[in-house]
């Protein structure tokens, strides 16, 4: 299932040159299966034809208060009702000086003010009328409304000056996006994953790696942002951005990941480990570059500490031990071989990759994955983009009934809702 199925978005275009880029946006809200609407201030319009933007949302593109076609609706009252979420974007000073005055002189601010959908605002313009005292005062009042604003980004605009202004990267947005329609089910809570490979080193230039390129973790990471986590992402190389509100830790070694694991173990509520931590490490590392020999070489390989099971040991001292989720790459015996580490390294879940499979496991951008819970409830997911094993990991955890209680959504002394 699209991370947006079903949900209605009206995308609210206003006059900034930046308009152009929306129509890549409003294309990727398309493709995550949203229904888009945009309505088009007169400025907007300027800059990129509502046909544009007709053909990219197969919708009919909105401008005017009054439509002369249909005379019997209301536009601004029938799209403020029937829209999840307004994004506003780009949104000028005028745009944002209408909505903080509560002004409805145009259709765009006239759904605002009619609407009780979630708005988000990605103000851009010129950096001198974006830090101007007049702009930033209408922001905050914005933010003050329950308006989500996404900063903009600093660097040199169309008009040839250079500062804050810019819109952001489509990937911040879109998580923000997919946050404000999320339920907000991981909000005041500690998320503690971990992802990609790690690297043992050999010599200066070489090391014992894996293929794991941290797909899977960071769309865990993305998601549980959007749920309202407070995430910390301890990453193993990888060339992948980390997703945009976590707070990102970078490790090489299998030790240098266990030692920031452990340091953060007192304040996770819930950890997952979607490392692919190497099991072992060169019992030397050489200083020099290994020189080619006649003989060969043969390399000596000592085990690594297995961080999650040491997690699993200690988990149960803490007054409310941390929810742990593990994962198990198998090529063999997969559900015996996971249900295995699930019980010894003491697991609430574990997620068991078949890595077999061409289009599934580590490198690629889907997944084929069955969960395990520490009741015997197994839940097999289809193939899935690994954003979407993602939605469907939290939604399976959130949703569980075996989530033990002290744990998620849970204050002192409340039940757990799950
Ligand atoms: N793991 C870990 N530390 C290690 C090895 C693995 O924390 N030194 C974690 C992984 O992050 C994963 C789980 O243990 O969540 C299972 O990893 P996997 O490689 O599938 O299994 P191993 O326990 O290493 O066993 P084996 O390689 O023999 O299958």
Redo the contacts with the bound molecule.
């Keep these: 299932m699209p991370l947006l199925d079903k949900k209605k978005i009206l995308c609210g275009v206003t006059g900034s040159i930046a308009a152009y880029k929306v129509c890549d946006w409003v294309r990727s809200l398309k493709r995550d299966g949203a229904d888009v609407t945009v309505v088009m201030t007169e400025a907007g319009s300027r800059f990129v034809s509502p046909l544009t933007f007709a053909a990219l949302t197969g919708n009919k593109v909105y401008g005017g208060m009054f439509d002369p076609e249909d005379a019997e609706t209301i536009p601004h009252i029938s799209l403020a009702r029937s829209h999840d979420l307004i994004l506003i974007a780009p949104a000028t000073a005028q745009t944002i000086a209408r909505l903080a005055h509560g002004l409805a002189d145009d259709l765009l601010s006239a759904v605002v003010l009619a609407g009780e959908a979630k708005v988000v605002v990605c103000p851009a313009m010129n950096s001198k009328m974006y830090l101007h005292a007049a702009t930033q005062e209408n922001l905050a009042k914005l933010r003050k409304y329950g308006y989500l604003v996404i900063d903009p980004e600093h660097g040199s605009m169309a008009c040839g000056e250079e500062g804050p202004g810019r819109l952001p990267e489509w990937d911040q947005v879109r998580n923000s996006v997919l946050g404000a329609l999320s339920s907000g089910e991981l909000a005041g809570k500690t998320v503690l994953v ?1 992802a990609g490979p790690t690297e043992e080193p050999l010599d200066p230039v070489r090391f014992i790696g894996n293929r794991s390129s941290g797909k899977m973790g960071y769309a865990l990471a993305a998601r549980a942002v959007q749920l309202g986590a407070n995430v910390i992402l301890v990453s193993g190389p990888s060339v992948l951005t980390p997703p945009h509100g976590v707070a990102y830790v970078k490790v090489r070694t ?1 030790s240098e ?2 030692s920031e694991v452990m340091a953060r173990f007192d304040v996770a509520d819930i950890i997952v ?7 072992f490490r060169p019992v030397e590392v050489a200083r020099q570059k290994v020189k080619k020999t006649e003989a060969g070489l043969t390399i000596s390989l000592m ?9 699993g040991e200690i988990k149960d001292d803490r007054p409310k031990p941390p929810l742990l989720i ?5 090529s063999e015996n997969i559900l015996e ?1 996971g249900r295995q ?1 699930l019980q010894k ?1 003491n697991l609430d879940y ?1 997620v068991i ?1 078949d890595i077999s499979a061409d289009d599934s496991g580590f490198a690629v951008d889907s997944n084929r994955v069955t969960i395990l819970d520490r009741h015997g409830r197994q839940t097999d997911l289809p193939l899935l983009l690994k954003e979407e094993t993602a939605l469907r990991i939290w939604q399976e955890v959130l949703g569980s009934e075996s989530v033990p209680s002290g744990k998620i959504g849970q204050d002192e002394g409340a039940d757990n809702e799950q």
Excluded at 273 to 279: H, L, R, Y
Excluded at 326 to 330: D, I, K, L, N
């Design positions: 971990t299998a990941m266990y480990k979607a490392a692919a931590v190497s099991d085990q690594n500490r297995d961080i999650l099971h040491k997690l593990g994962f198990a790459a198998e071989n580490k390294k574990i990759n």
